[in-house]
């Protein structure tokens, strides 16, 4: 631990904790020219194997994720976490390598923090959505080698609205606020027709639904993508391993309870 | 001239005199123990004077802002680099304050051509486990004072500052044998009200002079407090994030003051 006590140049900018950690060599810097990935590279497509789905309901956001991680055609983890607490308000929902999406979830989460308590006042909502794409657009010569592909989902509370909000991403960073629902990753397409459909012709919309049924949607289409995608984990009964389901609202960020997922999922799903 | 010895030693305690000079005027700022953590404590008018460092320190300075500023921002980068690259648990006080803090502070008093820090910091650090609460003042010649924490044996559950020696020493002094570990919050605000009087009320006071009495604590508390913002924030145990931090607003804890002042 050192610091330089006098700040000669204003570079990076004292809220900038990725300026920060770049000017201490702890995260890789912006390149400067892009260059594509090499052609051996380019046999390997590069893949965002997951399943990420998130919808706004009664009380708030719902944002789910399947547990499974693969490299190519195998199994690699069956317990992974893809829906990260960012703050007391705010969920990232991950598809994509998991070195950078870990990596980018550490650096937001720092980052948010890191601003309040240097500049003494909480980052605003689009001021915490665009520091998401700006990770995501520095990370662009990682995605044209092939190598770091990330393309997130970001839940949160609006504070002042009094109302959830939703955005996702893409690999580049643009970023889009999604009126209804968004999904994310490999299992995607299937989600996506699937709350679509729900949304529009079922008896009531999304927006209306309790929380018991927006989680009982989000098993149900979480496993409909599984039905199709192998890179989507099912629930494995044996093991006891649930899909994340966690909710934001303006009380803040509940998890869903393990044991309330399997009664729900026993009764409704399987 | 500088370069002979007597010269340089009769500069620094030109400097020193300065510098504490400077600081005569600083209101005093008292942390202590509650039951569910840390209360740091406060009157002001200028600025803020209590903040956020990581997810268990805290931190009070008085002084020149632009140095504060400068420490302030210092520590928050350090920590937060270190929370990062490491863990939030690799974050010390300990660590900050002798590895970090300390030997630029020193630097930068000693070196008599630049500029010294014009400050006195105060910070505490909330334990994860069952040990004792680590409440540290670093002074603007580095040199370090704590409560004991850092070796599991606290020899206090508070840690002030203030402009004077003369008056730090009061509030310690009025501090110290007072049972804190399990003080509610409401009784250590009050506490930590009087204990903020008695530092203010002795500012300018000679050494030899005696303890302010109880009504003459009474009195100034009640001039002050129509004055002055009340800031106050806690670290608290009981938090269900990593964060600890709380700022409690002057609305907040007005109040208590107001409606009844007896203890």
Do not use: C
């Amino acid at each position: 631990m050192e610091f330089s006590p006098i700040r000669t140049a204003l570079a990076p900018a004292p809220e900038d904790f990725a300026g920060l950690l770049r000017n201490r060599g702890l995260y890789p810097p912006v390149p400067a020219a892009l260059s594509p990935a090499p052609a051996v590279a380019s046999g390997v497509p590069p893949t965002h194997a997951t399943t990420i789905l998130a919808f706004k309901f009664a009380d708030g956001v719902l944002v789910a994720g399947d547990r499974r991680a693969t490299a190519g055609n195998l199994v690699v983890y069956d317990r992974a976490d893809k829906v990260l607490e960012i703050d007391k308000f705010s969920l990232m929902a991950i598809a994509g390598v998991p070195a950078t999406a870990w990596e980018m979830a550490r650096v937001l989460e720092h980052s948010f923090q890191f601003y309040r308590r240097s500049q003494l006042q909480e980052m605003s909502l689009d001021g915490k959505v665009r520091a998401l794409s700006k990770l995501l657009r520095d990370n662009l010569g990682f995605v044209m080698q092939g190598v770091g592909v990330v393309v997130p989902i970001f839940a949160t509370y609006d504070l002042e609205a009094s109302t959830a909000r939703l955005y996702f991403y893409d690999a580049m960073g643009a970023q889009f606020e999604a009126a209804d629902f968004a999904a994310t990753g490999s299992g995607s397409p299937a989600v996506r027709s699937v709350l679509h459909y729900e949304n529009t012709w079922s008896a009531r919309p999304l927006a209306k639904r309790k929380q018991e049924e927006a989680v009982l949607l989000a098993l149900r289409a979480l496993d409909t993508a599984a039905e199709a995608d192998t890179a989507t984990g099912g629930v494995d009964r044996r093991g006891r391993v649930y899909p994340i389901v966690k909710i934001v609202s303006s009380e803040g960020i509940t998890t869903m309870p393990e044991k309330q997922l399997a009664r729900l999922f026993r009764k409704h799903v399987a | 001239m500088i370069e002979e010895p007597y010269r340089w030693v009769e500069a620094i305690a030109n400097r020193r005199e300065y510098i504490e000079h400077q600081l005569a005027g600083g209101s005093p700022i008292a942390a202590l123990n509650y039951h569910d953590g840390i209360l740091l404590f406060t009157l002001g008018r200028e600025r803020q004077k209590i903040f956020e460092i990581y997810d268990r320190i805290a931190m009070g300075g008085i002084g020149h802002p632009g140095d504060i500023e400068r420490l302030r921002m210092a520590a928050i980068e350090v920590t937060s680099t270190e929370g990062f690259a490491r863990s939030a648990q690799d974050v010390s006080l300990r660590r900050l304050a002798n590895y970090s803090l300390s030997p630029i502070l020193k630097a930068a008093f000693e070196q008599v051509y630049g500029p010294p820090f014009l400050s006195r910091l105060l910070f505490a650090e909330l334990n994860r486990g069952d040990g004792p609460n680590l409440f540290l003042r670093v002074d603007y010649d580095g040199s370090i004072h704590t409560n004991g924490g850092t070796f599991s044996r606290a020899f206090e559950n508070f840690g002030v500052i203030s402009g004077t020696n003369a008056s730090t020493g009061r509030m310690e002094q009025f501090l110290h044998g007072k049972a804190l570990a399990n003080l509610s919050l409401e009784k250590a605000l009050r506490l930590a009200l009087d204990a903020w009087t008695v530092g203010h009320l002795t500012l300018g006071e000679d050494p030899g002079a005696e303890m302010p009495s109880a009504e003459q604590i009474d009195k100034h508390r009640g001039e002050q407090l129509a004055s002055t913002s009340i800031e106050a924030a806690v670290l608290e145990r009981t938090s269900v994030l990593p964060i600890t931090w709380r700022a409690l607003p002057d609305a907040d804890v007005r109040p208590l003051f107001t409606t009844d002042s007896s203890l």
